[in-house]
């Protein structure tokens, strides 16, 4: 398994040959999956519950948010191409193991809530366009799981012209859903000056945050920006921070106007025609016909809510992936990853459908925005640290101006957060009939969360300096080899992994060659950048991977024996017989973990897969249970 972060795509789209326009286009693209998450159906929910509640009082709140994401969003490329590691990754070298666990536990929160809102917003489009029940709606979407398979098998830049695409289907939806509305522009421009929130307007207005600062694609951002190759030089990563920033800055700006478009037509419409109270998008579809005088309105409504639900499953997918990897060192099989995630989001939606009804799904939806903002203090401020430390980043780190906005920022979103929750909490006790059980559950569940954001807040200050607990990202460090050779000469590749079963592998393949035969040492980077950039990626974890593998070769060659190595990108499955094949290799030697039929159903059985495909013996081995 790789180091490098997304590795099926890693590296994978040249830029350091590049020049003008075209440079910019090749950088282009990572902030387009990112800003997607900043238009997706929870959004909706929030802007429309927002803008005919309190009119355009809330554009500023949106403003705000969106600048607060291009900071946000640009720390965290910044972090992916300076050190050429996710966010992620950056927790696991850093922190405890237990506080990593914790931390991977609440960004699985926030990734399920995000899905909740893309499970909902698929199910109300297909609902609104076609009539289909929200309970079939919900039922549909565990098909989409497949989606994102299909479409790394055409590389990265498909699933982002692919993305891009629904964002202008988005986009284009919305102008003329403007134009239509006729909003009264000096009202308008009123909602941009910041005025004081209400309870009601601070619920709504926290949410319209989590909705925008999304925590899962501050780890996704830093790790999109790795795929694209550049130079590693000085002026190389300055080159792809700036370019980076430009990509974040026309991307997100694009999720703004969206954001605004929904608020701004919302206000424009119900809260205009005193329907101070259209929370619903079923209830926004249905009056934007009589209100605005044309079907065209509520049809493209609903199409535009369609490609944002399906737009943001593909990221959620791949945030999902770099969380569980980076956090864990532990990859499971895209499908099944996939599946999972949307079985966690389904299951609340069908238990709020069935017993609630669909009356109350936009409830949830704007409740699953408030749970992503409760998690961004927990990816904000470790991003912030690891940003802000001269040791790791060198002349890349934060200059004082930003790391204050970055502080002010956290501050801002972790105060409101603090606020709401106590605000929630005393609501429960004085109408809860038995309050000790509350006192027993949630009191001390916040008071362990509350812990974990003081420790990861000030440990690095109390120290003096970052946590040093070496790199300890999965995989890439080489052992020493216990060798005992026998003589049978061929051509023999061995597969790698980077784990303890190397050591049996070479010795059980130099016991058929011995000194007299050719071995090739081979390794597959299967991350998910891996996956869809394939060679061209060029990160921290493939380098690494690179080293290891040498200083394999190295050992062997010290002992006298003829070794060469070959590194591949993507599905083992196929990309081993490749390599086996490119060195003529006469014997395969493989390592078998010895895997139940549970775990090769969720982690995969590569050994099987690559047997079938060669076409010359297949020697695997296997560690004593």
């Known amino acids: 398994m790789s180091n490098k972060s997304l590795s099926e795509v890693h590296g994978s789209v040249e830029t350091s040959q590049k020049n ?19 238009m997706d159906p929870g959004n909706w929910a929030t802007d429309i519950a927002g803008g005919s509640k309190f009119g355009y009082q809330l554009i500023w709140v949106l403003l705000m948010s969106n600048l607060m994401a291009l900071l946000l969003q640009s720390l965290s490329a910044r972090l992916g191409v300076v050190r050429q590691l996710d966010l992620a990754q950056a927790s696991r070298s850093t922190y405890p193991k237990l506080v990593n666990y914790a931390l991977w536990i609440l960004a699985e929160v926030a990734i399920a809530a995000c899905d909740l809102a893309e499970v909902l917003g698929m199910a109300i489009g297909l609902n609104l366009l076609f009539g289909l029940p929200l309970i079939w709606g919900v039922s549909l979407t565990v098909l989409d799981t497949l989606l994102l398979l299909l479409l790394q098998s ?13 964002v202008s289907i988005i986009g284009g939806a919305f102008l003329i859903e403007m134009i239509i ?61 700036r370019y980076n920033f430009i990509d974040s800055a026309i991307a997100l700006n694009a999720a703004f106007f969206v954001n605004s478009a929904i608020l701004v037509l919302a206000a424009s419409t119900f809260f205009k025609a005193g329907y101070f109270e259209v929370a619903d998008i079923q209830d926004a579809h249905k009056l934007l016909a009589p209100l605005l005088g044309t079907n065209l309105a509520p049809m493209l409504f609903g199409i535009a809510l369609i490609a944002a639900g399906q737009s943001s499953t593909i990221t959620g997918t791949l945030a999902g992936q770099i969380v569980m990897e980076g ?25 709020v459908i069935l017993i609630y009804g669909e009356s109350q799904t936009t409830s949830l939806l704007v409740f699953s925005q408030v749970i992503l903002s409760l998690q961004l203090g927990f990816a904000i401020i470790p991003l912030i640290h690891f940003t802000s430390d001269k040791q790791k980043m060198g002349i890349y780190v934060n200059k004082p101006w930003v790391k204050i906005a970055a502080w002010v920022i956290a501050i801002i979103i972790v105060s409101l957060n603090v606020k709401l929750v106590y605000q929630e909490i005393v609501g429960w006790l004085s109408s809860a009939a038995n309050p000790w059980v509350i006192q027993i559950t949630v009191l001390p569940i916040c008071a362990a969360v509350l812990a974990l954001l003081f420790y990861i807040t000030f440990k690095p200050w109390i120290q003096n300096r970052e946590i040093a607990r070496g790199a300890k990202l999965p995989h890439g460090t080489a052992m020493q080899l216990d060798l005992a050779p026998q003589a049978n000469p061929g051509r023999i590749a061995v597969c790698i992994d980077f784990s303890a079963i190397d050591s049996l592998a070479i010795r059980s393949a130099l016991a058929q060659g011995g000194q007299k035969a050719n071995y090739c040492l081979i390794h597959v980077v299967e991350t998910a950048g891996a996956m869809v950039y394939g060679p061209e990626i060029a990160d921290h974890e493939s380098s690494e991977d690179e080293r290891a593998l040498a200083a394999y070769v190295q050992q062997l060659q010290v002992q006298g024996y003829q070794v060469e190595m070959k590194i591949g990108f993507g599905n083992p499955k196929r990309k081993i017989p490749k390599l086996v094949h490119e060195f003529g290799a006469e014997w395969l030697v493989m390592g078998a973990h010895g895997h139940t039929f549970f775990k090769d159903l969720i982690f995969g059985t590569t050994v099987d897969s690559v047997r079938h495909r060669v076409k010359i013996p297949v020697l695997i081995v296997r560690e004593n249970q």
């Open 327 to 351: 956090y864990l060192n532990l990859r499971i099989a895209p499908w099944l990853r996939r599946l999972i995630t949307r079985l966690i989001a389904i299951i609340p939606a069908y238990i």
């Open 20 to 38: 003008g326009w075209k440079k910019l286009l090749a950088f282009m693209g990572p902030a387009y999956l990112v800003s997607v998450g900043y």
């Open 154 to 166: 055409y590389g990265m830049r498909k699933i982002e012209a692919f993305i891009l695409a629904l």
């Open 181 to 241: 509305a006729k909003p009264a522009m000096g009202e308008l421009a009123k909602g941009f000056i910041p005025t004081m929130l209400t309870d009601d307007a601070l619920y709504i207005a926290i949410g319209i945050i989590g909705a925008t600062v999304m925590p899962h694609n501050l780890y996704l951002h830093s790790s999109l920006v790795q795929t694209r190759r550049i130079e590693a030089s000085e002026k190389g990563i300055w080159t792809a921070i």
